[in-house]
Nanobody, 121 residues
């Protein structure tokens, strides 16, 4: 089984920074795309940022220039550096990995449990 665990959420003032991380653990597997999603209260979960296995990145327009996604493939970890935070960034943030388990040709999605980010003065 594969599990994703997130770290780094919390309360921060507007203009502040947070760094989220998400690490995958379990039996042998290969990770392809890694993504972060955000779900604000009363809204649908939306893609915030993604990074492929070759390092190509994409961002939601609302976070471009403020958030940076990166990965350490050797550590099965993805990061989300969040700078210049705004109250509208308040959400539960979920990591999402596309994983192929050893011995299988099937790629599946795995989700973290979510971490709360609250931006407020």
């Amino acid at each position: 089984q594969v599990q994703l665990v997130e770290y780094g959420g919390g309360l921060v003032q507007p203009g502040g920074s947070l760094r989220l991380s998400c690490v995958a653990s379990g039996s042998r597997f290969s990770i392809y795309t890694m993504r972060w999603y955000g779900q604000a209260p009363g809204k649908q979960r939306e893609l915030v940022a993604g990074i492929t296995s070759t390092g190509n990145t994409n961002y939601a327009d609302s976070v471009k220039g403020r958030f940076t996604i990166s990965r350490d493939s050797a550590k099965n970890t993805v990061y989300l550096q969040m700078d210049s935070l705004k109250p509208e960034d308040t959400a539960v943030y979920y990591c999402n990995f596309i994983i192929r388990r050893s011995g299988s040709v099937v790629r599946s999605e795995y989700w973290g449990q979510g971490t709360q980010v609250t931006v407020s003065s």
